[in-house]
Antibody
């Protein structure tokens, strides 16, 4: 069945960048979008953006525009999320999820196991 | 700040029925966009529970059900069990934000 496996936890200093990977298996990678969702400690879920492995199209949440870049590598069935200019507010668990689109359709299933990113001096 | 509002917590005794509301507006649920629900246990990734308002993925017990009306949606758990104690989130598309939004989340406690 479809599965997403993410890279391990990261500790970064303020102002640095982080790149999280997400390897997909069990389905045709180019048939579904990949979205990224983050969850700050003790907080709710925040959708960050979506990328299409089929054509490279992307869409980002407005408050992260310019700091987040989503990419996909169809040769390795891997999606990437890079976040720059990190602050303590970016400390969170980051999830990749299969789903989303350029429009309103789509739900998120399955979810990766999550990658904890800690931003601390 | 989420555009989908849920009660922070609901509770019930084993066997009871509980409902979780998800209140939105004209740019999301009220626009007719599908509502989806997720269950999250502490320290784990969320899991899809209901998609497209009322559809259960394979493996989800039929004691979970979803509905939608006007600008809100609801998740009902009938025959509440101890293993249902978790956080629950609704999710929909928002045309004003041109993206997906989640509800504020509801913690279900089994008394």
């Amino acid at each position: 069945q479809a599965q997403l496996v993410q890279s391990g936890a990261e500790v970064k200093k303020p102002g640095a960048s982080v790149k999280v990977s997400c390897k997909a298996s069990g389905y045709t990678f180019t048939n579904f979008g990949i979205s990224w969702v983050r969850q700050a400690p003790g907080q709710g879920l925040e959708w960050m953006g979506w990328s299409s492995p089929y054509n490279g199209e992307t869409k980002y949440v407005q408050n992260l525009q310019g700091r987040v870049t989503l990419t996909t590598d169809t040769s390795t069935y891997t999606a990437y999320m890079e976040l720059t200019s990190l602050t303590s507010d970016d400390t969170a668990v980051y999830y990749c999820v299969r789903g989303g689109s350029s429009g309103p359709k789509g739900w998120f299933d399955p979810w990766g196991q999550g990658t904890l990113v800690i931003v601390s001096s | 700040q989420s555009v989908l509002t849920q009660p922070p917590s609901v509770s019930g005794a084993p066997g009871q029925r509980v409902t979780i509301s998800c209140t939105g507006g004209r740019s999301n649920i009220g626009a007719g966009y599908d509502v989806h629900w997720y269950q999250q246990f502490p320290g784990a990734a969320p899991k899809l529970l209901i998609h497209e308002d009322s559809n259960r993925p394979s493996g989800v017990p039929d004691r979970f059900s979803g509905s939608k009306s006007a600008t809100s949606a609801s998740l009902a758990i009938t025959g509440l069990q101890a293993e249902d104690e978790a956080d629950y989130y609704c999710q929909a598309y928002d045309s004003r934000l041109s993206g997906y939004v989640f509800g504020t989340g509801t913690k279900v406690t089994v008394l």
